[in-house]
């Protein structure tokens, strides 16, 4: 494998849009993410601390020039160190205070307390043999006790309960029930496609939890451009994300909408049930 030097540095800006050309070991794609897996920087539980992981990443290539494409990876975890070191808190600590206390989330953070465990969800999987396999059986799984490794990109447990207050506080435009986090106008650029198309114009990249039509790219969101354009039903402005275990949320500013659906099942391709729940919820609304 041949490499050259960067023309541009990696921004915050390219970390928030992934367009810092970091991508994901796990999608075996090309030499380059499998570099990223054997340098063990997917982040799963026994990878070592955010900085551990961090410091092994720098030393690998990227997948192509900061900013000229776009590429689903590990730049918001790049972003979970940025936080602990302007913070001088780890990862975990600095989430719970700034954010889960303020808005009384309770029952979320990297790993469920063994008091809790009766309330934890196993996780299920796709296979050749069994369209329903079980993958990590909820009395057994890895999440349960403690971890080391808190992901800026993944491993955050939470409830139904919990996320709707962190989602209402999207909705919200920075605040829920009293307690203000962020700004009005931060929220609103945020959720601003960040791009200059949409994502289909920056490259088909391995993998994204939406469609590349249509569709842009917020700071930290999948941001809706043309509905028509994307073939599925929603609203300009619309922003969302989804999780690797089908679990997807969306906020609606148009019809002053959120909606959140939270199952365990990979991968997220398995079944169209995000795409079904999306058409479900719009034609219900007949005002």
Request: some cysteine; aromatic content about 12%.
């Amino acid at each position: 494998m041949i490499t050259k030097p960067a023309n541009n540095l990696i921004t915050i800006k390219h970390l928030l849009t992934h367009t810092s050309g970091l991508t994901y070991g796990f999608f075996n794609a090309d030499v380059i993410s499998n570099l990223y897996t054997q340098n063990h920087t997917d982040f799963n539980a026994n990878d070592g601390t955010l900085e551990q992981v961090i410091a092994r990443l720098v030393k690998l290539p990227l997948a192509f020039e900061p900013g000229s494409r776009w590429n689903y990876g590990v730049s918001t975890d790049v972003l979970g160190r940025l936080v602990e070191i302007w913070s001088g808190q780890t990862f975990d600590q600095y989430l719970k205070q700034k954010i889960f206390e303020p808005l009384n989330m309770q029952d979320t953070g990297f790993f469920v307390p063994k008091n809790k465990i009766d309330r934890f969800v196993s996780l299920y999987e796709v296979t050749d043999e069994n369209p329903m396999a079980l993958s990590d059986p909820s009395q057994t799984s890895f999440s349960i006790g403690s971890v080391q490794t808190f992901s800026g990109g993944a491993g955050l447990l939470s409830t139904l309960g919990d996320y709707f207050k962190f989602t209402e506080l999207l909705r919200g435009k920075g605040e829920f029930d009293g307690v203000r986090l962020l700004g009005r106008k931060t929220i609103e650029f945020m959720t601003c496609n960040h791009l200059p198309g949409d994502l289909a114009e920056m490259g088909q990249a391995t993998f994204n939890e939406t469609t590349f039509e249509g569709i842009g790219f917020g700071l930290g969101f999948s941001v809706m451009i043309d509905p028509a354009k994307a073939c599925i039903m929603g609203s300009p402005g619309e922003y969302a994300w989804g999780g690797a275990a089908s679990t997807a949320f969306w906020i609606d500013p148009v019809e002053d909408m959120t909606v959140i659906f939270l199952t365990q099942l990979r991968p997220s391709s398995a079944y169209p049930i995000r795409r079904e729940l999306r058409v479900l919820t719009y034609q219900a609304i007949i005002d």
